[in-house]
């Protein structure tokens, strides 16, 4: 299981008037999750793009929502790569609070892989991720 951790600090940009974080930020928590397990694992989406040739459209999205989140707290986004054989990306997301512990959001997100000139999608796995599986240990 690959897993990667980052901190962010709520900024005021990202809340109400009620001094929460306003429910569409956590989307972009997620993404920035992705982008930091990309950066830490070789696997951004610029590294799928030059080595295989490939786009990786999201095609699902869950978020659960548990508890606020509020304005002068900071929180730790932990992204974990879900190994699957199948030809996708699936991603697991938890967001905490650091200031108080709780988990604020948990959520998943799936990406297949898709040839960005046609649009096709793989019903495969591609071979770059079939060698990027191989090199973490993962299923192929």
Known sequence: MLKNTIEHDIKFSEVDSLRVVWHGHYVRYFEDGREAFGKQ???????????????????????????????????????????????KL???????????????????STQVFMAPITKELYITVPPF????????????
């Open 41 to 87: 694992y070789g696997l951004g989406y610029m590294d799928i793009f030059e080595h295989g040739q490939l786009a990786v459209p999201l095609v699902d999205l869950q978020v659960n929502f548990k508890r606020v989140l509020e304005y002068g707290d900071s929180v730790r986004i932990e992204t974990t790569l879900i190994d699957t054989p199948a030809a």
């Open 129 to 140: 991720i079939e060698s990027w599986k191989k090199k973490w240990g993962l299923s192929s």
């Open 90 to 108: 699936i991603f697991e997301y938890q967001v905490i609070s650091v200031k108080h512990g709780f988990v604020a959001c948990t959520g998943r």
